[in-house]
């Protein structure tokens, strides 16, 4: 059909409707749309300006402002996290990614240390004081908002494929598999401290916080599975019941109406008409059940004798929180009791004042052991609870003859494990002697010995492998 | 011939809580049409220009996306983007972009102020948006459409993502991952219209090919016939090849008709949207870069200087805030030779020497301005407001202005108004036909090409080396009133007079500078510091040895800055054969070696294939590689190599 046919059918529809002999033609609609044609025809060949292109040219004030990134950024991170893998979290850990690297209190710090003393419990507090310099925590560099919830952030790499002129270099194109270790490429991941401590589970695991009392702990959990027909109403599942009478209503439709000829459509009730009747009744199952689970106490016992000022109290304080997060992301339930010792042992009821304690005078280990035991055999008396207890010191204290009975004591009453962090005052060498408290340590019982975890640590740096050290025992960290 | 300014007005509804920004908004409104005029005068024809204020955030945000449309499709790359720059607090402030729609929408960083608003607004509009609407490497920008184009395609993607079922976020990543990592293979710019379509190149050869068979029943003679048979051979092969001449428009191509896979129409759609992000933003501004900076930065020498904007109402202050603002990119000579803004601006300027001509002058009328102070708010008075009257034949809008009282109106010290007061200056008429028919059909390497004359680097060189004498005779100066010793200042007959002698002297004071800071660490006070920063000395060497370099081998020295432009550094990619005419269960793409950039990256060359392998199932790639030896020194000359990929994962790789 060419150009003239189409006219000519046009022209013939024009003007009369077959069979009414009616004249269609609208003289003004038709004189409107030529109009409308004309006008568009010369806009088309730009004749005339339509009047939004006449709009001068102004100045508008600033809009609200709008993050239009969100999505990109939230699916970015979705691609993002699986790419955290050990060798990321070593690298923040030694501190050594070169583009990650704070200074604390004057002297460099890893990446780790400068992360958790970043934790909010230290916000705006003065972690300690020393002769010449009081140690502030660093105010948090970012602001949170913009970190889509997240308080750390973690270097990855993730490659972008294609070669971009100005971001990669010039030459022989850049992108593909190894583009992750150009440092343009490198993004910073932010996450929680919860989610961070589950990743630090990839690098080494906890064996004494395998529960060996398991059994004995049961909690009642309920959860609902699968449908009953009987129940109590107020379990009534009413989506579940609107479809059984559905599926109900269906099934007597008369689907083979050759084979059944008798039935009449009509006299089926409608989907609407169709009543619900006492068989269509669903209702949740539930079930109940005691899963093993287990509760912790952890007693921390932090020296605040005047020797620990400084950087020692700040690195037992940081020894501390990690443990703390640590523990909250492996039980359902922590206890922790803060005990803060010099000569004389105090108990601190306040997690936040905990971390605040200043130090002056001296040094007592018993008196620490002798309040723990105390607080243990009132408050968490038997096998209902998994009891840990960690000392963090210098380690200048009474003769190791009065305090190993001490840690015997408590290992053998009831103790799953007792962990002794040891702090270098940075005094320099003592000739390779070791500290009455070290002492006291390694020369328990066997067999309470190997309930006994001991590490010494020079720097923040190390704590996280001393942690690691004291907890799995492992003498190569 | 009279000229009277501002007859058309502007204005705006001014809807913002915050008076000191209406306050801003208001006075630039009423510089807008005043650039407006005065650009036009020089030539410049920018389509209409939206202007917006925004936050330096919302700035960093959008920047991130094409060219900062304010829409675009949801792709993690742009999260990537804003993370980086988030958590490395890259970016700072940005001054002013632009898009290349129609009206175009500038942006103006919140806090520049108002001089830099000025400036902005006259970089922006008049250089870049004239650029966008009239220069030919924009025309397939589709400026018209364009942002009507980007939100077809935001939806177009958030509705394969959320339709989990046959797309969802994996499927559409799977394509459109590979399509951005093959973006910039989007096809030489400006397209060939004329060149014909596969089908009908394929025809007449066909065609040919007849003809020839039927020569050949009618040759004569052998050494006919062997002539035809050769020709016959030759454009059987050709037809054997699918495409028939080479594309190195991959994602054209892989999305076109002529692809011989049936694509689902939605993988087809994903490969044209990246083709043409791609086509819009990078290749446009990769290409024109330097020319675009060029006039804009032009035109923010010039246009600051003319009557119509009447700047010397605005306070001496501000005068030498702009002064100051100018020399942003010429802080250090060295740019004239590397920077595209003060390297743009000197071609610019050369362009228009060689081109222009004066014609005459005429008067110009400007209505006078007034910055209000304190004082005059609180003595009163009247000023000119310009209202809308009636719409004229052109479809603009023509104000008239009314008589108001500084009071009444509520006008507070910080605003611009205009006033009942003309003044009348006579200026010169250029014309600048031939300078704008070349800005506006050159790109960058053309610009370069043309341009970077012998002429052009003598002039460059005599205004750089006349900042290297003068720093000389300014540090021999100093070095006098310090008392340094006589025998290191070059003045005088000592004066250095070539390149040579320049290079020594200020080798010398390098080595003074050094001494004294060396002596300065081991004797503490007392030691003289030298007087000189290092900087400056630096940078006088940097132009000693460019001109140098030149001197050496001029040709080589413009093939360096040429390499700079164009997105020459590119790997030049081309789609060679389908294997639909041969039978061959592969295609195959062919890599130019350029020895200019050497191999392609190995990585390069096998991510290339898996990707491309998503959209084409098996596929080859031909280029040269270099033999090296065991300690990595390259053997002989480059030899082809091969890398093919069956499944998508492992690519094979041989010599061939």
């Given amino acids: 059909m060419n150009r003239d046919d189409i006219n000519k059918s046009q022209d013939g529809a024009e003007e009369t409707t077959p069979g009414t002999g009616v004249v269609n033609h609208d003289a003004a609609a038709e004189k409107a749309l030529s109009e409308w044609e004309t006008q568009m025809l010369r806009v088309l060949n730009g004749d005339v300006d339509v009047p939004e292109r006449t709009r001068p040219s102004v100045v508008l004030p600033r809009p609200p402002y709008f993050d239009r990134t969100i999505t990109d950024r939230w699916r970015f991170m979705e691609r993002a996290k699986p790419k955290i893998t050990k060798d990321v979290l070593k690298q923040i850990i030694r501190g050594k990614s070169g583009v990650f690297n704070e200074t604390f209190g004057g002297k460099s710090t890893s990446t780790l240390a400068h992360i958790f003393l970043t934790h909010a419990m230290f916000r705006d507090c ?208 922590v206890k922790v009791v803060y005990i803060a010792h010099n000569h004389r042992a105090e108990r601190i009821r306040n997690e936040a004042d905990f971390f605040k304690t200043d130090v002056n005078g001296g040094t007592g280990f018993a008196c620490a052991h002798e309040l723990v035991w105390e607080i243990m055999n009132i408050e968490f008396p038997g096998d209902g609870w998994n009891k840990y207890c960690l000392h963090a010191t210098d380690g200048f204290g009474e003769h190791e003859s009065q305090i190993t009975p001490w840690i015997e004591k408590l290992v053998r009453g009831g103790f799953n494990y007792f962990g002794y962090l040891e702090v270098d005052l940075g005094w320099g060498g003592f000739g390779g002697w070791e500290t009455s408290g070290m002492k006291a340590v390694k020369q328990t019982a066997p067999d309470v010995r190997e309930h006994c975890g001991w590490s010494r640590v020079a720097s923040l740096d190390e704590i996280p492998a001393a942690m690691k050290q004291i907890m799995t025992k492992d003498k190569t960290a | 011939m009279k000229n009277e300014s501002n007859s058309t007005h502007t204005w705006a509804e001014i809807l913002s809580n915050d008076p000191r920004q209406a306050q801003l908004v208001r006075n ?374 009314e008589e108001r009282d500084i009071n009444e109106e509520g006008r507070i010290a910080g605003d611009l108004v205009e006033l009942d007061e003309f003044k009348e200056v006579e200026v010169d008429v250029w014309d600048r036909t031939e300078f704008w028919s070349v800005l506006n059909t050159f790109d960058d390497n053309r610009l370069f090409t043309t341009y970077l004359t012998e002429e052009f680097f003598e002039k460059l060189h005599k205004k750089a080396l006349g900042w290297v004498k003068k720093s000389i005779t300014s540090i021999n100066r100093t070095l006098r009133e310090v008392r340094w010793d006589p025998n290191l200042i070059f003045d005088g007959d000592r004066f250095p007079q070539t390149l040579q002698e320049m290079f020594q002297v200020i080798q010398i004071w390098m080595n003074q500078l050094q001494m004294s800071s060396w002596i300065g660490q081991w004797f503490g006070y007392g030691a003289a510091p030298f007087p000189v920063s290092q900087v400056v000395l630096w940078q006088m060497l940097q132009i000693v040895q460019t001109v140098a370099s030149y001197d050496a081998d001029k040709n080589e020295f413009k093939r360096h800055m040429l390499l700079r432009t164009g997105l020459l550094a590119l790997p030049n990619i081309k789609l060679v054969d389908t294997g639909r005419e041969n039978k061959t269960p592969y295609w195959t793409l062919r890599h130019e070696f350029d020895s200019d950039f050497g191999p392609l990256k190995q990585s390069h060359a096998r991510q290339t294939l ?30 082809p190599y091969e890398y093919y990929t069956e499944n998508g994962k492992t690519v094979k790789e041989r010599w061939l």
């Fill in chain 1, 126 to 333: 003065e972690v300690a004081r020393g002769l010449n310099d009081i140690v502030y925590v660093p105010a948090k560099v970012l602001d949170s908002g913009f970190l889509a919830g997240g308080d750390i952030e973690v270097p990855i790499g993730v490659d972008e494929p294609s070669w971009w002129p100005g971001r990669d270099k010039a030459g022989g194109g850049g992108g593909g598999n190894e583009a992750g270790e150009d440092d343009a490429d490198i993004v910073y991941m932010p996450i929680t401290y919860e989610e961070f401590l589950e990743l630090l589970s990839l690098l080494f695991d906890l064996p004494f916080l395998k529960q060996t009392d398991m059994d004995k702990m049961l909690v009642q959990t309920i959860k609902m599975r699968g449908l009953k027909r009987t129940g109590p109403s107020v379990r009534m599942d009413k989506k579940a019941t609107a479809i059984a009478r559905l599926e109900r209503f269906r099934a007597t439709r008369n689907s083979r109406p050759d084979e059944f000829p008798d039935l009449d459509a009509e006299a089926n009730p409608t989907v609407e008409q169709f009543p619900f009747h006492k068989v269509d009744l669903r209702y949740k199952r539930i079930e109940e059940r005691w899963d093993p689970d287990s509760k912790a106490v952890v007693f921390f016992e932090l020296d605040t004798s005047g020797s620990m000022s400084g950087e020692p109290l700040a690195m037992a304080k940081f020894y501390f929180l990690l443990n703390l997060i640590w523990l909250r992301t492996k039980y359902n339930e």
């Fill in chain 2, 610 to 639: 898996r990707y491309f392998w998503r959209f084409s199932g098996p596929v080859r790639m031909l280029t040269m590689e270099i033999l090296t030896d065991a300690y990595g020194r390259p053997v002989g000359p480059p030899r």
């Fill in chain 2, 28 to 401: 630039l409104n009423i510089m807008v049409p005043r650039v407006e005029a005065a650009g036009k005068r020089f030539g410049a024809k920018p389509c209409r220009a939206l202007f917006t204020i925004k936050s330096d955030q919302q700035v960093l945000d959008d920047l991130v996306y094409p060219l900062g449309v304010p829409v675009s499709r949801p792709a993690w790359w742009y999260g990537k983007a804003v993370q980086q720059s988030r958590s490395k607090g890259q970016g700072g402030h940005v001054f002013e972009f632009a898009t290349v729609s129609n009206p175009a929408h500038v942006v103006l960083g919140e806090t520049n102020d108002l001089m830099m608003h000025i400036l902005v607004i006259i970089h922006a509009w008049m250089g870049h948006v004239h650029m966008f609407t009239n220069n030919i490497w924009h025309d397939e920008t589709e400026r018209e459409t364009a942002l009507q184009r980007f939100a077809q395609a935001e939806s177009f993607v958030q509705r394969l993502v959320n339709d989990e079922k046959t797309f969802g976020w994996e499927w559409y990543e799977f394509f459109s991952d590979a399509a951005h990592a093959l973006e910039n293979h989007s096809g030489e710019l400006p397209s060939n219209k004329e060149r014909e379509s596969d089908v009908e190149a394929r025809a007449a050869l066909r065609q040919r090919l007849d003809d020839l068979k039927h020569q050949h029943t009618l040759a004569k003679t052998d050494p006919d016939r062997a002539t035809i048979e050769a020709d016959i051979r030759d454009i059987a092969k050709t037809l054997s090849c699918h495409p028939l001449s080479p594309t190195t428009d991959l994602l054209g191509f892989l999305a076109s008709e002529d692809n011989p896979h049936a694509l689902l129409p939605e993988v087809k759609e994903i490969l044209d949207i990246t083709r043409y992000e791609n086509r819009y933003s990078t290749q446009v501004i990769g290409r024109t870069k330097t020319i675009h900076e060029g006039v804009s930065h032009w035109f923010d020498a010039e246009l600051p200087l003319q009557p119509e904007l009447d700047l010397i109402r605005l306070g001496a202050d501000r005068i030498f805030d702009a002064a100051k603002y100018d020399t942003m990119h010429d802080a250090w000579p060295i740019y004239w030779y590397s920077d595209p803004y003060a390297l743009g601006q000197e071609l610019i300027y050369y362009v228009d020497s060689k081109h222009s001509r004066k014609t005459g002058t005429e008067i110009i009328k400007v209505r006078r301005l007034k910055l209000l102070t304190e004082e005059d708010v609180a003595k009163g008075g009247k000023y000119m407001e310009a209202v809308p009257d009636h719409v004229d034949a052109e479809g603009k809008t023509v104000v008239r202005y």
